[in-house]
């Protein structure tokens, strides 16, 4: 009888052990952890359904955004620059609203509202509007 009460413990500790192991703290993935900390390029963009991206400057489709933790946007000219006096990097200021679904970016003294109408590890889609033009602008993660 011994024996078995034993054996059913020691059951009962195994049992137990590879319970514990299943459960892992699942990391919860929000809008601000896909977004901070990562470069992002554009790779598209349309000024009110019309292709706009085309327009751009060879040595402006290398540029990269990073949103920093600290509420920095900068912004890097990447390999080309459009003109040699213009500075590597440019800084502005960003927030991200409560819920997660905006992004307020702001540049001495104007602020645009940007929704995000994708977010991913991958891919980022901010839509706003400037001028009375709605602009959807699409970026992959490098």
Request: net charge negative.
């Amino acid at each position: 009888m011994k024996k078995l009460i034993l054996n059913l413990a020691l059951l009962a500790v195994i049992v137990a052990a590879f319970s514990f192991q299943g459960c892992k703290k699942e990391e919860v993935v929000t809008n601000k952890s896909l977004l901070q900390g990562f470069k992002w390029k554009r790779t598209a963009e349309t000024t009110n359904g019309q292709d706009s991206f085309g327009d751009y400057l060879a040595c402006e489709k290398d540029d990269t955004d990073t949103f920093k933790a600290d509420g920095n946007l900068v912004t890097d000219e990447g390999a080309t620059k459009c003109a040699a006096s213009d500075p590597q990097t440019t800084t502005l200021s960003y927030t991200l609203s409560a819920d997660e679904k905006t992004i307020v970016i702001k540049d001495s003294g104007f602020s645009i509202d940007h929704k995000i109408l994708e977010i991913s590890k991958t891919n980022l889609k901010l839509e706003y509007m400037f001028l009375g033009f709605t602009v959807v602008e699409t970026y992959t993660r490098q």
